[in-house]
């Protein structure tokens, strides 16, 4: 090719280029814009450092206290509830049904009483309570050895000071009535508790002895193997009186007639056994 046609050429070129470029917006342009073209990061960016979480910690369990005693408070007990509070002794507060129903016989200036006079039924606990004594105290002014010692017709002291006048009405009351001084020696019935089938054991120490009537024995009396075994009651005997008539302990005679039983208040006309004629009775309890 000559050169002219080489510059011909040369200038078609250009002229294509040259369109091309003039081209390439609008096709460009053309091109869909939902597509998203992803950016390499920047080489220079500094990466985001995520911390790591901090772990929870574990609470320290709280010791439960021990418990504690309250400390002991100090206290006074109510006194028991008693009509005699206050009350002195020797006051009578009035007749108590049963067990203190008997007469007032003595009393002193300042309306104390002084000496008593014991009734059927009076009871030892009931005497004390009606006139606000000291046991004790009650005791020691009648030379009592326990509580048993209450007898119908007693004359009793109530205070001290009533002593010797009690002593002197029972001996002028006395009359034919014996007592144990009398007696060389008291007898006495043992009993033993119930066995199995009901019987109880009873053993007989001493000798019973008839003294003669007194003021309260007065009754017939049955003798058996020629000693001294029943005994009809008369009105106004006592158990200490058919005691102190035959020598015998008034409370056992009691025991043994009542074999285990309920009390029983003597009445005219009942026969109390002196001594067992056999080794055991039948519990009547």
């Not at 509830?81 to 007749?95: F, H, N, Q, T």
């Not at 008997?102 to 000496?115: I, K, P």
Request: glycine letters at 12%; a negative charge.
């Amino acid at each position: 090719m000559d050169r002219r046609g080489k510059i011909m050429v040369g200038i078609a070129v250009g002229a294509v280029v040259g369109l091309l470029a003039l081209a390439a917006p609008a096709v460009i342009g053309m091109i869909p814009t939902d597509e998203v073209v992803a950016e390499a990061p920047s080489p220079s960016a500094t990466p985001i450092r995520i911390a790591s979480p901090t772990p929870t910690p574990t609470p320290t369990p709280t010791p439960t206290p021990e418990p504690t005693q309250p400390a002991p408070v100090e206290t006074t007990p109510a006194p028991p509830e008693s009509k005699c509070l206050g009350v002195p002794p020797g006051k009578d507060r009035g007749s108590i049904s049963p067990g203190a129903t008997g007469a007032v016989e003595r009393s002193n200036a300042e309306g104390l009483a002084t000496v008593y006079r014991v009734v059927s039924n009076d009871s030892y606990w009931a005497i004390v309570e009606r006139f606000c004594l000291d046991s004790g105290d009650f005791d020691a002014a009648n030379a009592f050895d326990g509580a048993g010692e209450i007898y119908e017709g007693d004359y009793l002291a109530i205070l001290s000071e009533g002593t010797a006048t009690a002593a002197a009405l029972n001996e002028a009351n006395k009359g034919g009535y014996r007592t144990h001084q009398d007696c060389d020696g008291i007898a006495r019935i043992e009993l033993s508790t119930p066995d199995s089938s009901g019987r109880i054991a009873v053993t007989m120490r001493g000798t019973i002895v008839d003294t003669g009537t007194g003021e309260y024995a007065e009754g017939p009396v049955e003798n058996v193997d020629g000693t001294p075994t029943f005994y009809t009651v008369q009105p106004g005997d006592t158990y200490r009186g058919i005691g102190d008539r035959f020598c015998v302990d008034a409370i056992t005679v009691q025991q043994f007639n009542q074999a285990g039983g309920p009390e029983h208040v003597l009445q005219p006309g009942d026969r109390v056994q002196l001594r067992p004629t056999s080794r055991s009775i039948e519990s009547q309890g």
